[in-house]
Structures are given as structure tokens and as C-alpha cells.
């Protein structure tokens, strides 16, 4: 019986700090989709921080095994990284411009392959769900290339916070539905 409550103690610990953190990345999506500039100059200065950070990382690792060969072209890829890094944080303006059309590129590049996938899924029963996939991205992507670099200052931002909403969203879903799964399980057992 003790092992039951401490293992429901537990669960229920867990549960709760899933809810909250849902709580709090709601918040905080609501917060960078109402001040989409702010969220959009973070997303890229966050973005130049782990360019930084991975060149030297690239860098001890060439390093460290320099006898392995290579060392060079290790060199210069962490050389690369922390370069492109350094001038996105000091050019955050050319940075977002940059960043908001390669999200642009890819955003339409996925969406013509996802189209292709489609069409190659075509005799299955669903495959209209990855057709309306397509699509969407694609005309994502088409509204981003189209608009740059009007909505540059704002689409990185909004992005993020729509994708940190809907994370939000959905950690508290799975801690309510952990609860009542909890309750069900407890009052099957009784």
C-alpha cells in the first residue's frame, strides 16, 4: 500500500511540473507572438550564440584529434562557424534579413518535395493529409519569399512563437490527460 502512495506522490510531482512548464512556454509564446521584433531579434542573437559556441566546439574537437587527419578542414569549418556566428551578432539586422529568406528557401523547398511525396503516395488512402501539407508549406514558404524583407523583423519571431504556444499547449494536455489516466487507473485497481 505505502509503495502505491509513494509511487502516486511521484507521479504526481512529475504531472505537476509538466503542467507548469506548459504553463509557463504558453506564456512565454503568447509573449513573443504579441512582441513578434523583440522575439525575432532574441531568435536570432540565440541563433549566434550556438553558432559561436559549436565553432568552438569544432575547434577543441580539431584539436584534439588533430593526429586522425583532416585537421585543416576541421579548422576551417570551426573557423566558419564562429565567423558566421561573430557577424550575426555583430549585423543582427543582416542576419535576420538572411536568416527570414533561407527560412523562406526552405519552407518552399520542402514544400514542392512534400508535394512530390504526395503524389507518389497517391494510391495510398491518406495521402491527401500530406497533399494539404504541401500545400500549406509551400504557400508558407511563397508569403515569406514574397514579402521579404518587409516581414523580416517580425516572421522569425512569431514563428517561434507560435511553436513555443503550441509546445505549451500541448505539455499541458499530456499533464491533464496523465492525471485523469492516474484517477482511472487508481479506481480500476480499487
Known sequence: MTTNVSNDVNIDKKRNGALITGVLLTIFGIIAIALPVVSTIFAETWFAVILISSGFAKLVYATQTRDRGGFIWKILLSGLYIATGVMLFIYPQTGILT?????????????????????????????????????????????????????????????????????????????????SLLKSDSTASA
Open 99 to 179: 536568416l527570414t529568406l533561407l527560412l523562406g528557401s526552405f519552407l518552399l523547398t520542402e514544400g514542392v518535395f512534400e508535394l512530390i511525396l504526395a503524389f507518389r503516395l497517391r494510391p495510398q488512402e491518406n495521402w491527401t493529409w500530406v497533399l494539404g501539407d504541401g500545400i500549406i508549406t509551400l504557400l508558407l514558404g511563397a508569403m515569406i519569399w514574397f514579402q521579404w524583407p518587409f516581414n523580416a523583423p517580425w516572421i522569425l519571431g512569431t514563428l517561434v512563437g507560435v511553436s513555443i504556444l503550441f509546445t505549451g499547449v500541448s505539455r499541458i494536455g499530456l499533464s491533464l490527460n496523465a492525471g
